[in-house]
């Protein structure tokens, strides 16, 4: 998950398979092997294979029951990483990849992969990471999926200007900070893939382009927003900006100075909204730059839907508390459906969106949701919250270092249900293993596939705790 215009806080490893990240002694490589099997798929979506004395070889590009020659980039003490040199038989699930970018960008590492193989992928990884810590579903993850393609409504591209003078636009190359220029995205919604030819151009016409760090796209209800993180201000760089806005009929901001960037409006401030799911129509979400959103809405929707499905029924006043609220993406449905839902997050813009979500939505619906700003990092503020609201209900939405210290919390209070979304399944299992040992059964678990063509995986885990589910089930009179 990622924010429009800021980087969450600092994030746990992710559990990339293949020992990622890891600081071992390695010499770069490029040693051609005699031809391998690849026998699985790792997490990360890199071809798995053993070379003859045993070690692991990881290979970008590759798919299980293939037989391919690979050269070696990458060598480490206890695996080498790899990458197909030549394809010698090919797997029935490999497909033409849908991007013209495949094999440079870093995006979309699966694209090579038949889609409905992908979703059998990340479902076995979610399974797998539990496995590992001793957790065995009942039966398969839920799989929650929308389009294919065309899909992301929000996305941030780097900017760099090179030695010669060259301005270039795209994302990174796959573990590299080096910058793919992209001017058509296939994953991107119509209206950003639209603007990214004519942003190249325009930045190749700055005074200043130096100045631009990267730039941040979003769809709302409203029309499309650019972001441009601006170091310093260049006024004739930013009249070139405003006259891109109206050629194209979008919102335009800057994220403005370099050491603490406020945001600054180059066109008038839009009331930016997206829309959730409820159980009798859709709630409207206010969101601004900086604001958590996930990136697929159609997923998103899934989710909410599925989330409303596996509570039901929320007797009229059932107490929820939800963590990690954002701007009321659970919080509002939740409120909807009748339950009284205590909604709290870290940071106060989002904790005032909420807020103003929550009573924008009010009209002619009986939405009960207070809003609260506290560091859900913090055991002892989150025992209070558990001690204060009583909740049958807990929501937790983690970034990607998932909710250990809230996890500890509910071990030692149980709930009678719990509903974990999570960006990363490698925390997920390891906070799901205090949640199992403290006493609590996964009743439901679910993957969404939120970003098509990637190993990124999304899931959905709801807790029950014995006993406290069946009073749960009585509902309660005042609330």
């Known amino acids: 998950m990622t924010m429009l215009g800021k980087r969450r806080p600092g994030r746990a490893s992710s559990g990339v398979s293949g020992l990622h990240g890891r600081q071992a002694e390695h010499r770069e ?45 990458r060598t480490r003490k206890r695996f080498d990483e790899a990458h197909v040199r030549e394809l010698l038989v090919a797997s029935p699930e490999r497909v033409a990849p849908p991007c013209a970018h495949v094999g440079q960008c870093g995006g979309c590492d699966l694209q090579h992969l038949a889609l409905a193989a992908q979703r059998r992928h990340k479902q076995a990884v979610l399974e797998a990471w539990l496995g590992r810590q001793g957790i065995t579903l009942e039966a398969a993850p839920e799989l929650l999926a929308g389009s294919g393609e065309s899909y992301r409504r929000r996305a941030r ?62 769809d709302s209800d409203q029309g499309a927003l650019v972001v441009v993180r601006q170091l310093h201000d260049h006024a004739a760089d930013a009249w070139r900006w405003q006259a891109f806005s109206r050629a194209r009929g979008v919102h335009l901001a800057r994220w ?36 958590f959103l996930q990136a697929n809405a159609e997923v998103n929707s899934l989710m909410v839907t599925t989330a409303l499905a596996w509570l039901a029924p929320l007797a009229r006043g059932r107490r929820v508390l939800d963590l990690f609220a954002g701007v009321g993406n659970f919080s509002l449905p939740l409120a909807a459906a009748g339950a009284r839902v205590t909604a709290v997050e870290g940071r106060a813009a989002m904790v005032a969106r909420l807020a103003d979500n929550a009573c924008r939505n009010a009209p002619g619906r009986e939405l009960s949701v207070a809003a609260r700003q506290a560091d859900l990092n913090d055991e002892a503020t989150v025992g209070e919250l558990l001690q204060e609201v009583g909740p049958e209900v807990v929501v937790l939405d983690p970034p990607r270092q998932g909710a250990e210290p809230a996890c500890r919390v509910l071990g030692q209070r149980p709930v009678p249900r719990l509903l974990y979304i999570s960006c990363d399944p490698a925390t997920l299992a390891r906070d799901a293993a205090l949640l199992v040992h403290a006493g609590y059964r996964i009743r439901h678990a679910a993957v969404a596939d939120m970003f098509v063509h990637t190993s990124h995986v999304e899931s959905m885990l709801l807790f029950e705790y014995p006993g406290a589910a069946r009073q749960a089930q009585g509902g309660s009179s005042d609330g």
Request: charged share 25%; glycine share 12%; net charge negative.
């Open 256 to 291: 403005l100075g370099r050491e603490a960037p406020k945001l600054d409006w180059l066109t008038p401030t839009p009331a930016l909204r997206c829309r959730v799911p409820g159980p009798d129509g859709e709630l409207t979400l206010g969101i601004a730059p900086g604001d």
């Open 29 to 73: 490589a490029s040693e051609e092997q005699d031809a391998l099997e690849i026998r699985g798929l790792a997490h990360d979506g890199r071809g798995v294979a053993r070379i003859a004395r045993g070690k692991t070889v990881f290979v970008e590009g590759a798919l299980p029951g293939e037989h391919v020659r690979v050269a070696v980039h």
């Open 157 to 218: 591209l780097g900017v760099k200007v090179d030695a010669e003078g060259g301005v270039h636009l795209g994302f990174r190359a796959r573990h590299s900070h080096r910058l793919v220029d992209i001017d058509a995205c296939t994953v991107l919604v119509p209206a950003l893939d639209a603007l990214l030819a004519p942003l190249h151009r325009l930045l190749a016409e700055l005074e200043a382009p130096r100045q631009v760090g990267h730039l941040e796209l979003l």
